[in-house]
């Protein structure tokens, strides 16, 4: 029988690479509640609809990406490409912007059915913040200042802040025309995906990378020249609160992001070190969404997301991998010893030792060899004999310390006084 393998573009994670997940996801979870931000959780699937009216019917997310299908009932369900507008789903279904500001995070799973590559998957991960009910800047510079606070934490360096204004709606509409004006005579020169976005969505074509497109871009009319004054005024202030705290970050005028919603602010953060998927993390302002999806009342908003399995790869490529290591591996000689082994490792992981306990058959050499192996700090050793005398002999692995015989009530103790437990136990 032929072996079934995972879908194309979707990963598994290993439980050597698990440790270093669980640190990046751990080092999130903390900063999120330093800066009072507080988790939400909504389902992987959405009606299509929610998708289609926040992220725009003319992306590439929508036109060519998503996971849709047709459920038992007949509605159009979408595995979530991304978490921002289910966000705004969940806080207007659940009454959280009405008179109410909020600060909201998430992680977890989203879909989308790209050309899968190095650091670009079908299913890949995402933590996102979102903050809800504030209009100026210093929110903004709150969410960049939170994410430069997570590189730091995990020792990420050589990710650079590229940041840019899109201005109001009205500035985005009448640039849009400017472009086009200024494209349409140069049709011929763009890339095949610039030009079928001429007319759709030209915006984008400033984010090509297609050296001929990039030649008729120098030329082009810029955003930023046009800038309604209140968003001058406002990209200004951000830019001020970035220094003061310290922020390094490079205007890009080109940098527009591939979803419809964003107004004003757009930032992304690129490192060097991933090759051509080099953005570890992406936000912006999304003023009008709220409003677009329902809600009575506008709602200024904000928010970003940090591509997880990219942030695991920078902590890898670093030799900063986690690994699962053990405390203590229990060597059980003989069957009248299994009983007391299995207590002596329960004690030992009440007091937050971690321990593996040698189950099945195997010899003392075996077993030694797979304690070696295991990682741990100590081999404790429980024979026949041990288990008749109450003892137990410490073997220590790692350091060059020779080996000593102890009882089993005094066990952990005598660990704690060696080597402090990697947990808190219970
Ligand atoms: P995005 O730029 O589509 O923005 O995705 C954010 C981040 O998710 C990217 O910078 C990247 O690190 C990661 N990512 C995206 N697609 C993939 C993929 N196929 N494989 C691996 N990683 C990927 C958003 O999703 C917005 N919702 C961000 C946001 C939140 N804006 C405001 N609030």
């Not at 610039?194 to 984008?204: A, D, G, M, T």
């Not at 009008?288 to 591509?307: D, H, K, S, T, W």
């Not at 192996?373 to 026949?384: C, I, N, P, R």
Request: net charge neutral; glycine share 10%; proline share 4%.
């Amino acid at each position: 029988m032929v072996e079934i393998q995972a879908v194309r573009g979707m990963n598994d994670v290993l439980p050597d690479e698990a440790a270093t997940w669980q640190r990046v996801e751990c080092a999130l979870l903390e900063i999120f509640g330093l800066y009072g931000y507080r988790e939400v959780r909504f389902p992987v699937l959405e009606k299509t609809e929610l998708f289609s009216r926040s992220i725009g019917a003319e992306t590439d997310i929508v036109a060519k990406e998503m996971y849709t299908f047709a459920d038992r009932n007949g509605d159009s369900l979408t595995l979530r490409p991304e978490g921002t507008a289910s966000c705004v789903r969940l806080g207007l279904q659940h009454g959280l912007f009405h008179k109410h500001q909020q600060r909201l995070w998430y992680m977890g799973p989203m879909f989308r059915h790209e050309r899968p590559q190095h650091g670009r998957y079908r299913q890949f991960h995402q933590a996102g913040a979102e903050a809800f009910g504030w209009e100026g800047p210093d929110i903004d510079a709150e969410l960049i200042i939170l994410t430069a606070r997570i590189w730091r934490r995990l020792g990420v360096e050589g990710t650079n802040l590229q940041l840019n204004s899109l201005g109001d709606a009205d500035t985005r509409q009448a640039y849009r025309k400017r472009l086009v004006d200024y494209l349409a005579p140069l049709r011929g020169e763009l890339d095949t995906d610039s030009q079928r976005r001429l007319h759709s969505n030209p915006l984008r074509i400033l984010d090509s990378k297609h050296p001929g497109t990039q030649a008729v871009l120098a030329e082009a009319p810029m955003l930023r020249d046009h800038l309604d004054r209140a968003s001058g005024r406002h990209f200004e202030e951000l830019c001020r609160c970035l220094e003061r705290c310290g922020i390094e970050y490079e205007i890009n005028p080109r940098l527009v992001r591939g979803l419809d919603y964003y107004s004003r602010t757009v930032f992304e953060w690129v490192s060097g070190e991933l090759g051509a998927q080099g953005t570890v993390c992406a936000g912006g302002r999304y003023d009008a969404l709220v409003e677009q999806l329902g809600g009575r009342q506008p709602v200024p908003a904000a928010g970003f997301a940090v591509g997880l399995e990219r942030l695991v790869e920078l902590l890898t490529q670093r030799g900063d991998a986690v690994s699962t290591q053990l405390d203590v591996y229990v060597v059980v000689l003989g069957e009248s010893a299994r009983s007391a082994a299995m207590q002596s490792a329960e004690q030992l992981r009440d007091r937050g030792f971690r321990v593996q306990q040698h189950c099945g058959d195997g010899g003392a050499k075996s077993q030694f060899k797979r304690a070696d192996k295991s990682g741990a700090q100590v081999a404790v050793v429980l024979g026949e004999e041990e288990a008749c005398t109450h003892r137990a002999t410490v073997k220590p692995l790692r350091r060059d310390v020779p080996q000593f015989s102890i009882g089993q009530d005094q066990l952990a103790s005598a660990l704690s006084e060696f080597f402090e437990p990697k947990s808190k136990g219970n």
